[in-house]
């Protein structure tokens, strides 16, 4: 932006055009307003579909990673028809081009998973579920933890938007899968679902987290961003992703890393790596006092990681 956003010079927020991801471009849109008293005629929405919406029948990871989440935000934004891109961080590449700023986080929410059963099933966790049944993921973090908990369980290729995943639960497709328990929130869908406990389930980094980037050579825009980044999920979510640089994993290697504030003030950061049938793994925590830390749970949790682990990651 080359100045304050006007109606005639609007601000243009990028998004991918799914129904949560337009929930979490508005929720950006009213942290500005109320803090910088922005007219809602200042600001315009710019939905796109992600290469990754398009596609349903494989997962991610065999065909391009969660840079199919970013390339065509990334593209507008870098050619200049977008000024800011909304991001579940979640789904963000945890190295970024350096054109790109990530300039803030909103408040994180529910950084936990949900498990939705079909109709007739009654389970509130994984442990609970019926011996074989299957529970449909395209996450191998999720497919990796679940497997660890119970090996008999089937994990089988469950994708598309919530919706979409809550309808082929519903028609059968699996008898069970996992949904990030903030973008139920943010849809209305606060009874899908039972909340299952970090102890069973650490999340995935930056679940629940909302990220905003812009231009990083675009100061006015930067300086506009700065008034509605949470500092305290910003630094959370910042170590996780460095535990994520250090590891050198990629989005096929089954890895959790969540970063709580504790009552004392310390932050500390929970990780866990797996062998991709979750037979095997390494977990460990570290309280976060400086900007090594994280690195150095990574390097940690590598040596002491079986090599049916370790061969995963290519720090």
């Known amino acids: 932006m080359s100045s304050f956003p006007t109606p005639e010079n609007p601000l ?78 979640k789904d963000v590449e945890t190295i ?11 408040e994180r929410a529910d950084p936990r998973d949900r498990l939705v059963v079909h109709e007739g099933i009654a ?14 993921t395209s996450s191998p973090r999720r497919a990796a933890q679940v497997k660890r908990i119970r090996p008999d369980l089937e994990t ?5 938007n919530v919706a979409t995943r809550l309808a082929k639960i519903a028609g059968g497709d699996a008898d069970a899968t996992l949904l990030a328990a903030a973008g ?19 999340p995935a980094a930056s679940q629940g987290a909302i990220g905003i980037e812009c ?27 460095d535990f994520l640089a250090a590891l050198g994993g990629d989005c096929r290697s089954p890895v959790a890393a969540h970063a709580h504030w504790r009552d004392d003030g310390m932050l500390r950061l929970d990780a866990e790596i797996f062998s991709d049938d979750g037979a095997e793994h390494a977990a460990g925590h570290i309280l976060v006092a400086d900007s090594g830390a994280a690195s150095a749970l990574a390097q940690r949790l590598l040596a002491e990681a079986p090599e049916s682990v370790r061969h995963l990651f290519a720090a």
Request: proline share 3%.
């Open 96 to 106: 970024r081009d350096a054109r790109f700023f990530l300039a803030a986080m909103l």
């Open 215 to 241: 231009r990083a050579d675009d100061a006015a825009t930067r300086a506009l961003l700065a008034a509605i980044d949470h500092e305290p999920t910003h630094r959370a979510v910042a170590a996780e992703r």
């Open 12 to 89: 243009r927020i990028g998004t991918r055009a799914s129904p949560l991801a337009m929930a979490q471009a508005h929720m950006a849109a009213a942290a500005l307003i109320a803090s910088h008293g922005i007219d809602m005629a200042a600001l315009e929405i710019a939905p796109m579909t992600a290469t990754g919406d398009k596609i349903q029948d494989r997962a991610l990871a065999e065909v391009g990673g969660k840079a199919l989440w970013t390339r065509e935000l990334d593209a507008a934004l870098d050619a200049g028809t977008i000024d800011i891109a909304v991001h579940s961080l």
């Open 156 to 160: 089988v290729l469950l994708r598309g």
């Open 184 to 202: 139920l929130d943010r849809l209305g869908m606060h009874d899908v679902g039972v909340v299952q406990d970090t102890s069973l389930l650490l």
């Open 123 to 136: 389970a509130a966790t994984i442990a609970d579920l019926p011996h074989g049944a299957r529970l449909g």
